[in-house]
């Protein structure tokens, strides 16, 4: 301590124009970066750590030509929507956003083929089939044709003719996919140590392209969807609109989070200012706590733009937390250096601030420590955004414990504050109400304690993890009004791939004949007794599928579902409604006209990757949807009751990936909690070489912790993306206090030997910072309600109520142990303890 005193005697005190010189170098140098600190919405951002269900989602799509780059358009007309004047209206609509530039092309009602013509036969399809666009057909045939259609109703249109859609596709330029190979080709050498300097090099150079086009692509889409709107807007008038569709999510998450930084970077700074000058009346002590909470936001901002680290949802909201870690740190200070005011009037304002500084930055220094480390403890969690998340919180909190100690004295010997009236004043604290209740009513507090400790057992066993994407948006919000119309009148929101991989050929095959067999299927249905043909468009083959198919679809979860054998119903219907026979099956790929394959064959059949698909929609409302026991089912009964081989089975879509990273939620909450308390039982061993301090000064925070998560099952809340880092946080944060008047009361302890007495100087001293800090917390969480994202909503209200339940079990539950043990040998104060 001596040699750090030494420091700042030597360095800062006597030097702070130099100091704050060079500080405001590398805030210019964090400026430089200001334009490259870039947000991220994408599917990469939501899922798990090296979870391969992304690549095989990519994967799928290339294999059947599929893509979710598509806007959807609901519109539900205030009159009849199959008149002249309806379908003109749609169709005005539809040709405004098919001309923008971006569009790649649009489906709906009025461009699918209707299938209602009399002379309609398998023969005739290519000059038989009509649209509404090309040809003149009366709109209630046309209605009927599309209703009667096994592919559209659910899809394009609902099932009572009232809503329609219109799908508006933005093709993903090819270059962003031949980057996208290119770095996780390189990516993967990298990891496996296979990679030579030049293609290090050229990685590092590849993902900077890539980070570059998708940025451009980025804003080019958002422009596209803000110019959609702007159209939608003119049609309002007379019918009800919703958009939706990937794309459109990822704007807008992306908005959110511009708006929650804008919102709660403010507004949170907002509230320091005013609790602040509220607290401590004093412009010195409002100027420089908002200079080092600004400086310690600019410095990560500058740091993230230099590291091309993109914020996400999860991150959002990392400057309105660094801004109120730091203004906790320098509050302590400011209540400390206002201690020593008290004790010491005639004092020189740095012989004070000397004071101030050596006494509080070795408890600062552990604070910082412990809270470093529940952020830290976020890089186990598995989930991207929140490993993210963990690490630049860990860093902010470096930068921010930093600044605290240099640049704070740094100011303060600059401006030193003057003495304040109430400051010399002998009032005794209001905190010191927590004393006197814990004196009198001991028996009462580990009671209490007891009671909130069985009640958030019991709440952790009623906790889940099952949570519907629409619930993460307030019901005002485009994107929930959009995912309820879909889902309620479209088929359902959130896509499901099943895939089937194709039995492999048997030893001695006939070499791919599709019709070398001792069964004729010219003139009879081979069934299950033919051979085998290297082909899916066989009896036996389209059967199997057909019985996968009438399984999926009849699945409460399940909206609508699309395969191969949809497009056979409708081949039925076209061939009089009469199923097709062997040979007419064997020629269904050249019998589809070729404007039609890419609608009826290849979305649900690649024989070039043995592989049949199936499109399903789950229900996302469905209140009683459970991802990983519907997964887990239909995967049972596919195996079992179906024959298929584990193998052969494959599940993709953002369902798997979504609901990868929730099941993934009650195993990193285990191991968060669990390297935050062997991390904090660690640090209090070495900062006060006491098992029983240590044990002591977990207790409360177990209790924090404990009682969100306990709260969150009783009030049946699921984990989430945002409320899994509550827990690890809330210890990280509360242990602050812990600390700090553990430290204190070993100090306070030596003058006397009076644990009572102690106590009471403790609560009238540091319970204060504590308070203060504690209140800045809570409030400036509260902010967070104003977001329109429902998990950080929670996210602000659940750490909230823990800082709060910490808070008091700081002031109650801690000394009263402290009385209990006596970890710094008997004293004079076992009388005076109540009931």
């Known amino acids: 301590m001596n040699r750090l005193r030494a420091l700042y005697d030597r360095l800062v005190f006597p030097h702070p124009f130099i100091i704050l010189s060079v500080f405001a170098v590398l805030l ?126 659910n899809l394009l249109i609902s099932e009572d003719g009232r809503t329609t859609a219109i799908q508006v596709n933005l093709p993903t330029p090819d270059r962003y996919f031949e980057l996208l190979r290119k770095r996780n080709d390189l990516r993967d050498k990298a990891d496996a140590g296979e990679a030579s300097e030049a293609e290090l090099a050229e990685l590092e150079q590849v993902k900077q392209e890539f980070i570059d086009f998708t940025e451009t692509l980025g804003v080019e889409r958002d422009a596209t969807i803000r110019t959609v709107r702007s159209i939608l807007d003119k049609y309002r008038d007379g019918a009800e609109i919703h958009l939706g569709g990937v794309p459109m999510i990822v704007a807008d998450m992306i908005r959110f989070i511009e708006n929650d930084l804008s919102t709660f970077g403010l507004g949170v700074l907002a509230f320091l200012l005013l609790t602040l000058a509220i607290i401590f009346r004093q412009w010195r002590w409002v100027l420089v706590p908002l200079l080092c909470c600004g400086f310690t936001v600019w410095l990560m901002i500058g740091f993230l733009g230099w590291a091309q680290w993109p914020v996400t949802v999860i991150s959002s909201n990392f400057i309105s937390l660094l801004l109120i870690m730091t203004l906790s740190l320098t509050i302590h200070l400011i209540v400390r250096y206002r201690e020593f005011q008290h004790d010491e009037p005639e004092a020189s304002p740095r012989d004070t601030l000397r004071n101030t500084v050596m006494a509080m930055i070795k408890p600062c220094f552990y604070m910082a420590i412990t809270t470093i480390v529940a952020f830290g403890s976020l890089t186990f969690s598995g989930i991207r955004p929140v490993i993210d998340f963990g690490w630049m919180m860990t860093l902010g909190l470096t930068v921010a414990f930093l600044i605290t100690f240099v640049i704070f004295p740094a100011l303060l010997t600059l401006m030193p504050p003057p003495l304040d009236s109430r400051v010399t004043s002998d009032r005794i604290p209001f905190t010191d109400a927590f004393a006197r209740f814990t004196e009198h009513f001991g028996k009462t507090v580990l009671v209490g304690s007891g009671v909130i400790a069985v009640l958030c057992v019991v709440g952790l066993s009623k906790l889940t993890v099952e949570n519907s994407f629409i619930d993460y948006f307030k019901s005002s919000t485009e994107i929930h009004q959009g995912m309820i119309t879909i889902d309620n009148r479209l088929g359902g929101t959130t896509p499901l791939d099943v895939v089937i991989t194709d039995d492999p050929p048997p030893e001695g095959a006939n070499g791919g004949d599709p019709f070398a067999s001792d069964c004729d299927p010219f003139v009879e249905d081979c069934g299950a007794g033919e051979e085998y043909r290297d082909t899916w468009y066989t009896y036996q083959k389209m059967e199997e599928l057909e019985a996968v198919h009438e399984y999926l679809d009849g699945l409460p979860e399940t909206g609508k579902v699309l395969s191969i054998n949809t497009t056979l119903e409708i081949l039925a219907r076209i061939n009089q409604g009469e199923p097709l026979d062997a040979l007419e099956l064997a020629f269904v790929p050249a019998a589809v006209p070729d404007d039609l394959q890419d609608t009826l064959l290849t979305p649900y059949i690649s024989e070039e990757h043995d592989q049949a698909r199936f499109s399903i929609r789950i229900l996302e409302s469905m209140p009683e949807l459970r991802r990983q026991e519907l997964l887990n089912r239909i995967h049972e009964h596919l195996t079992t009751e179906l024959g298929y081989s584990k193998d052969q089975v494959l599940f993709a879509g953002m369902t798997v990936m979504y609901n990868n990273m929730l099941q993934s939620l009650f195993d990193s909450q285990i191991k968060t909690i669990g390297v935050v308390f062997a991390a904090i039982m660690a640090m209090f061993l070495i900062l006060f070489r006491s098992l029983k301090l240590a044990l002591i000064g977990i207790a409360p925070n177990l209790i924090a912790a404990g009682s969100v998560l306990g709260l969150m099952g009783w009030m049946g809340i699921p984990l989430d993306m945002m409320t899994i880092t509550v827990a690890a946080i809330t210890v990280g944060i509360a242990v602050d206090d812990t600390i700090h008047y553990i430290h204190r009361f070993k100090t306070e302890f030596q003058k006397d030997g009076d644990y009572i007495a102690t106590m009471h100087r403790c609560h009238r001293s540091i319970g204060q910072a504590m308070f203060f800090t504690s209140l800045t917390i809570i409030s400036g969480f509260s902010i967070l309600v104003l977001s329109n994202f429902i998990p950080t909503i929670y996210f602000g209200l659940f750490t909230g109520f823990a800082m709060f339940m910490a808070l008091v079990g700081a002031l109650t539950l801690l000394p009263r142990l402290i009385i209990l043990v006596k970890p710094f040998g008997s004293g004079e104060a076992s009388s005076g303890l109540g009931s």
């Open 28 to 153: 210019a140098l964090a400026a430089f970066k200001f334009g490259e600190f870039r947000l991220d919405a994408s599917a990469e951002s939501l899922v798990l750590e090296n979870d391969r269900s992304l690549e095989q989602y990519r994967q799928v799509n290339r294999s059947f030509t599929t893509s979710d780059d598509f806007l959807i358009v609901t519109y539900t007309p205030e009159g009849e929507l199959f008149s002249e004047e309806g379908l003109a209206r749609l169709g005005a609509l539809r040709d405004e956003l098919q001309s923008l530039d971006a569009v790649g092309s649009t489906n709906s009602i009025l461009n699918v083929p209707l299938l209602h013509s009399p002379d309609l036969t398998l023969d005739t399809v290519d000059s038989e089939i009509k649209t509404l666009d090309e040809h003149d057909v009366a709109p209630e045939t046309a209605r009927e044709a599309l209703l009667n259609n096994p592919l559209y109703p």
